[in-house]
Nanobody, 122 residues
Framework: QVQLVESGGGLVQAGGSLRLSCAASGHTFSRYAMGWFRQAPGKEREFVAAISWSGGSTYYANSVNGRFTISRDNAKNTVYLQMNSLKPQDTAVYYC???????????????WGKGTLVTVSS
């Protein structure tokens, strides 16, 4: 069982930055690929970014590529999402997810966090 708790959301102006964190419980964090997803009001949940077990591989949605960076610290059981050059369309609840598959963008993750709200004002 893995429990995920996101933090770091908030209100930011367009062009600003935020860093989200996701703390995982348990001793098997390094076995899981990790990902970030988001859900904007009235829209489906969508994939944002993923990182492999070791942190050596990452991939991103086209909409955030070049602006967002995912990273992880296995010693701290934490995954991060650095978000730069934020746009109003990035406003959403951001969810952390854990998966035994690196194909986390298309395979249902094994565990989800409860989310943290990011609001970008214009």
């Amino acid at each position: 069982q893995v429990q995920l708790v996101e933090s770091g959301g908030g209100l930011v102006q367009a062009g600003g930055s935020l860093r989200l964190s996701c703390a995982a419980s348990g001793h098997t964090f390094s076995r899981y690929a990790m990902g970030w997803f988001r859900q904007a009001p009235g829209k489906e949940r969508e994939f944002v970014a993923a990182i492999s077990w070791s942190g050596g591989s990452t991939y991103y949605a086209n909409s955030v590529n070049g602006r967002f960076t995912i990273s992880r610290d296995n010693a701290k059981n934490t995954v991060y999402l650095q978000m730069n050059s934020l746009k109003p369309q990035d406003t959403a609840v951001y969810y952390c997810a854990a998966s035994l598959s690196f194909n986390i963008a298309t395979m249902p993750p094994d565990y989800w966090g409860k989310g943290t709200l990011v609001t970008v004002s214009s």
